[in-house]
């Protein structure tokens, strides 16, 4: 009998092999980058309402079209209005589907202060605020690296070891702080220990062996904490697998700018150092700025943009310049030589005064188009990594307008032009 249970036995472990060898299968990467959302079952009802409001707009809208008389004008502008409300109640639906609790993203950093303050010998506790703000799903993705860096940072070379905080007086056991909330249509992810501070004078000193300090400069502080974002910057004087390679911190800078965001610092020797991003809440959507050069359309983001004006007269000709705006240096960069638009120039141009952190400068242009609310749509692979664009979008005529990066071209204005961060810091407004 027990023979038979054998064989029965082995004959079901044949019959199955196949299924079992599927398991053993290696998952592919599609499966791999598969990403699944839980959404709350009203917001799923009141898609569903939303569909169908929209179903009977459509339709009125198509029998006012096929209508034997031909409808007014106030009758088209009414049901085109009902149509454009609905369209926006589903917009602002779907994106608040796509927003997700930060804290989840938070709690991953329990075991890597944990174990990185081990292997550098030093007390550590994580404290975690806001983990309830809710930001878009694909913007959590793009901004755990920017956050590990900061994280690794902050433990390195912010936190003092035990014996040090004692000599100071403070708690032998450091705390490092994330927290999150939303300001102005934006999220702010906040790090934040309570270490030694930034030493100025290690900064400068190491801006003047890479060259990005002149002896007789005066730094302000923005000017001062900006350095640490240059690559190849590190105030270590170990190569270690945390620092001294000069490789994080220019690149979260690098990310949190492709996402349209920027980064802040605040520090104060010997109480500690905050870095601030400042992100939009979805990478989907924004309000921008329309501009025209040659009859093509650039689109700059809104929250960039501080006032409009027009070129003064008399300025020369050339991909760069500078003017003076109330009385303070404003330098501005032609966008038609930037990109090398074909075509004779307007008599009169435009600028438009734009602002990346303290930092402003102008964007000289052929015309002004007004506002608009922007889908924003991913750039090609001929485009992808030209200087000075993040993306495209589709404009109402069916023509492609490019969404220009804001941060990297006062880049690059500041490199073309030679001047200093201080001269580029023009109080505009």
Known sequence: LLEQVRVVDRKALHARRPALQSFRQPVTLSARLARTLRVHVGKLDRLLDLSGELSVARGRMTSLLLADELPSREELLAAHGESDRLYRDLQELILSARMVPIGPTFQQHHRTVRDVAASLGKQVRLALEGERTEVDTALVEHIRDPLLHMVRNALDHGIESPQARRERGKDPCGTLTLRAFHDAGNI???????????????????????GLVRGGDALSD????GLIFEP???????????????????VVRRNVEALRGSVDVRSEEGRGTTFSLRLPLTLAIIQGFQVGVAGDTYIVPLDAVVECLELPAGEERGETGCFALRGKPLPYLRLRDHFGVAGAPPVRENVLVVRQGASAAGIAVDELLGESQTVIKPLGSMLRGMAGVSGSSILGNGRVALILDVAALLRELTRRTGATSAAVRAEAG
Do not use: C, N
């Not at 400068?204 to 062996?209: A, K, L, N, P």
């Not at 923005?222 to 904490?225: G, K, V």
């Open 232 to 250: 190849g910057f590190s105030t270590s004087s170990e190569v270690t697998d945390l620092s001294g390679r000069g490789v994080g911190m220019d």
């Open 188 to 210: 702010v992810v906040e790090v934040s220990d309570d270490g030694g501070g930034l030493a100025r004078a290690r900064i400068v000193e190491r801006g003047r062996q890479l």
């Open 222 to 225: 923005e000017e001062l904490y």
